[in-house]
Nanobody
Framework: VQLQASGGGLVQIGGSLKLSCVAS????????MGWFRQAPAKEREFVGT????????YYADSVKGRFTISRDNAKNTVYLQMNNLKPEDTAVYYC?????????????????WGQGTLVTVSS
């Protein structure tokens, strides 16, 4: 399975970006998908997760109400809509495919990872 994330870039405080992650290879729509991020000198942290059928969605408290995760199984694609961006959202964002169908928040719950896309929020 290969995951290709895109959509990152430079945005001003309060702006919006939409990240996409396309799965290819032996991709399956039966697995949960997740977004994580890693800021410089910090550990990778959970951002959001969506179960295989989008029936369950979880967000980190830091992004709740501002970020929206969604998926289109017909396109093997998961999205992360990010609104009202803040400087602390600056990080490399990674998408990942879960080991199971249920939504999960831990990095160990994911087996395949994309290469990451950089989001920079500037003042």
């Amino acid at each position: 399975v290969q995951l290709q994330a895109s959509g990152g870039g430079l945005v001003q405080i309060g702006g919006s970006l939409k990240l996409s992650c396309v799965a290819s290879g032996r991709a399956t729509s039966n697995n949960a998908m997740g977004w994580f991020r890693q800021a410089p000198a910090k550990e990778r942290e959970f951002v959001g997760t969506i179960s295989w059928n989008a029936g369950t969605i979880y967000y980190a408290d830091s992004v709740k109400g501002r970020f929206t995760i969604s998926r289109d199984n017909a396109k093997n694609t998961v999205y992360l809509q990010m609104n009202n961006l803040k400087p602390e959202d600056t990080a490399v964002y990674y998408c990942a495919q879960g080991r199971h169908s249920r939504a999960a928040t831990g990095t160990s719950d994911y087996v395949y990872w994309g290469q990451g896309t950089l989001v920079t929020v500037s003042s």
